[in-house]
């Protein structure tokens, strides 16, 4: 059995998946790597991809797909995975090989115990490429380290301190309970992907390691602010998505903590569509996010009420051009204390 499968979800990914794939090669026969080649037609993503899987047979897939987007590939790969453990690497991020190791070896340990675990948390790195710096996402004081807890026996979590698909590795087995399937043709869908499985995590264990490193630095990336700004219409989509999972799965969470863990998630995607407006503030973006709140508050006012007047979105919906302006200060002042891009 394999301990772990690792996804990559590969598009015209020639010039950097090679990084990506050699930091998973030190787990051995312990690890499945599957390259999700999404449709490739622009570099040898297909090619490279035939390759590495032909001098690694025994652990590295090679799957060749109709372009179908991020939450496609992530698709093939969910359901090609038969490692106890899941894990998504873009093929421009990388782990971290001391932090997989002993990764690795605390997953070990579960299978000796007979111990299981729904979810691992681990820190994340952002590594930005233009000024060579970089900042670690922690967790510490809001999750107790190094033992099996439960969502209840959670702290209080920082603005910074989001579970992202970069800190979370999900037992392969609860994503399937959860019937987890992420939109395609989308970005930003890995929120969903860590978001809709929530109620079906039962056991966490929070190992203080800085396991993935966030690559920060193409013009093209996902992450980019133009290019967030250029999609904002998918952002406004994943999070109606996830406005609807908070609501209809509603009766299946049964903690106050991860509650609030929910919301406080769902919160900043708002809180992000709202400073995406407020970057681009035309008629038809800022009509787009009234539609936003409203929409949430014809689901779940109390929530909505929350939700905007909450910590993570209060400086993010002054009204008025004025209030824009205000808006935009507070995010650049978020944005430079945290270097999420």
Known sequence: MKIIS??????????????????????????????????????????????????????????????????????????????????????????????????????????????????????????????????????????????????????????????????????????????????????????????????????LYYLDVPLYRYFIGREDQSINEKVMVGRIDQHYRVTRLMIDYAIDQADLVTSERLRKVRENYLAMMMAIASSLTVLSPTPENLQKRRDLWEYLRSRDPELCHRCRYGLRCLGTNFPGPVGRKLSLFFYRVAQKLYKFS
């Not at 090619?47 to 047979?57: G, H, I, Q, T």
Request: aromatic fraction near 12%; charged fraction near 25%; proline fraction near 4%.
């Open 6 to 203: 690792y996804a990559i979800p590969c598009y015209n990914s020639a010039d950097y998946m090679d990084r990506c794939i050699k930091s998973l090669l030190p787990g051995g026969e312990d690890v499945e790597i599957i390259i999700v080649d999404d449709g490739s037609t622009k570099d040898d993503t297909p090619a490279k991809a035939d390759e590495w899987a032909a001098r690694y047979p025994g652990i590295i897939k090679a799957i060749h797909q109709e372009n179908k987007g991020h939450g496609g590939a992530v698709n093939t790969g969910m359901a090609a995975a038969t490692g106890l453990y899941f894990k998504v690497v873009d093929s421009d991020d990388w782990l971290d090989v001391a932090s997989a190791d002993i990764m690795l070896s605390k997953i070990k340990e579960f299978i000796a115990n007979d111990t299981q675990v729904d979810m691992l948390i681990a820190n994340y790195v952002y590594e930005h490429m233009v000024d060579n710096t970089q900042k670690e996402i922690k967790y510490d004081f809001a999750i107790p380290k190094n033992k099996i807890i439960g969502w209840d026996d959670m702290g209080n979590f920082k603005v910074s301190q989001n579970l992202l698909m970069h800190s979370v590795i999900y037992r392969t087995e609860v994503l399937r309970e959860a019937h987890t399937q992420l939109p395609e043709h989308c970005f930003y869908v890995d929120n969903i992907f860590v978001f809709q499985p929530y109620p079906y995590v039962k056991t």
